[in-house]
């Protein structure tokens, strides 16, 4: 079975800073999908950004990016120029999406979620 | 992306009694997932609910206890049954749009069984 492990229950970080969360799966799939969710005190399942394993390229949306390291199986959130509205718990997730092991059944894996605060 | 809706938003049951939770989609979509999340833990799913087939139920969840409907392909309920204290959560449906694999989200359904 596919596991999502975020090794970091709780991170803080100065206001405008940069921090990183990691990520690390395991799987035996060569495609697959992988996100990190944001969720808020108000509980609303957020999607931050998403990649997908076939593509090399990292993803990037606004002041989130990723650092995705296919082999190693890792796949960290970067947040730049951190805001007191960033401040939630982060899940990164796992897909398998469409493979011919997994047709019909494109269940979501969850990590265990950090827990991001925003210092002013 | 899209929107979901959940009804209710929270509520306080009283053991042994039941509660439907409504999800609705502002578009169609094939896959819907309903999801649990205890206090301070991740979200763990209960079963998958594809429109014109039986939902398909996690290992620990059984229909008996929470019944899903999707009559269409907008729409899904999920029951609480026979309720206990041990079900005090949070529910959460879920979609997935296009062909990116992502799920998109509802507000959750906060459920306190006393």
């Known amino acids: 079975a596919q596991t999502v492990t975020q090794s970091q229950p709780e991170m803080s970080v100065q206001e405008a800073e940069t921090v990183t969360l990691s990520c690390t799966y395991d799987t035996s799939e060569s495609d697959y999908y992988l996100f990190w969710y944001k969720q808020p005190p108000s509980r609303q399942m957020i999607l931050v950004i998403r990649q997908e394993a076939y593509k090399q390229q990292n993803a990037t949306e606004n002041r989130f990016s990723v650092n995705f390291q296919k082999a190693a199986k890792s796949f960290s959130l970067k947040i730049s120029d951190s805001q007191l509205g960033d401040a939630a718990m982060y899940f990164c997730a796992y897909n398998e999406g469409g493979s011919t092991s997994n047709f019909g059944n494109e269940k979501l894996t969850f990590g265990t979620g950090t827990r991001l605060t925003i210092i002013p | 992306s899209a929107v979901i809706s959940q009804k209710p938003s929270r509520d306080i049951c009283q053991r042994g009694t039941s509660l439907t939770i409504q999800c609705q989609v502002d578009s169609q979509v094939t896959m819907m997932f309903w999801y649990r999340q205890q206090p301070g833990q991740s979200l763990t799913l209960i079963a998958t609910?594809?429109?014109?087939?039986?939902?398909?139920?996690e290992s620990g969840f059984v229909i008996d206890k929470f019944p899903i409907s999707r009559p269409n392909l907008t729409f899904s309920t999920l029951t609480v049954s026979n309720m206990s204290p041990e079900d005090s959560s949070i529910y959460l449906c879920?979609?997935?749009?296009?062909?990116?694999?992502?799920?998109?989200f509802g507000p959750g359904t906060r459920l306190t069984v006393t």
């Open positions: 609910a594809n429109q014109g087939s039986e939902a398909t139920y």
């Open positions: 879920s979609a997935q749009t296009g062909t990116g694999y992502e799920q998109y």
